[in-house]
């Protein structure tokens, strides 16, 4: 495994990270709310937005338009048995999600949440580096490459895995202040 090839997993886990965050609600209408919501539309778990039209009038209401009004219920039903944590309003052409007002023990559980994707991340890089540096030391062994080359690799490594790990604290920092902002 090369350096880069290294850094653009990382990369890419950092954005894994970064769309969990999105999926914690923060007491604000957001369509990335529903980005884990699958439907079972005709046998095959479908993604939500690729139902329906998904906007936001306001900071507290969430608005799901679906392409074919057959399909309301079934969306209605994936929304309530999803992991979202509010109640659709079917009115027979629109459902409606009312986001109310996080209390203050659910902004604490959602700080932990956010944590918890947190942690992920870091694991899923520390995982990355590790593959990386059992790539360098084989490499080292068969004498494709020199210690000291194998050596200057993996400090390589360290510094962007110290980087990307950083960037994960960043935007977990951001997303506590997001949530506990009230």
């Known amino acids: 495994m090369k350096l880069a090839e290294a850094e653009t997993n990382m990369q890419k886990t950092v954005e894994a990270t970064q769309r969990s965050f999105n999926t914690i609600r923060t007491g604000r209408a957001n369509a990335t ?12 778990p479908t993604p939500l937005k690729s139902l329906a039209n998904i906007n936001t009038p306001d900071s507290s209401t969430i608005t799901i338009q679906p392409y074919d009004r057959n399909s309301l219920n079934l ?21 409606r999600l009312n986001i109310p007002p996080l209390t203050s023990d659910r902004r604490k559980e959602f700080v932990k949440l956010a944590a918890k994707y947190a942690e992920e991340g870091r694991i899923g890089i520390r995982n990355i580096r590790r593959e990386a540096i059992d790539t360098i030391r084989k ?13 200057d690799q993996q400090d390589n490594l360290q510094k962007l895995t110290n980087k990307y790990t950083a960037r994960i604290d960043e935007l977990l920092a951001e997303k506590e202040k997001e949530i506990t902002t009230v």
């Open 33 to 44: 709310l529903l980005d884990r919501v699958m439907v079972e539309y005709y046998g095959s």
């Open 75 to 95: 969306i209605e039903k994936a929304i309530s048995l999803s992991d979202v944590g509010v109640t659709p309003n079917n009115d027979g052409s629109v459902i």
């Open 139 to 151: 490499q080292e062994k068969n004498s494709e490459v020199s210690e000291d080359e194998a050596q």
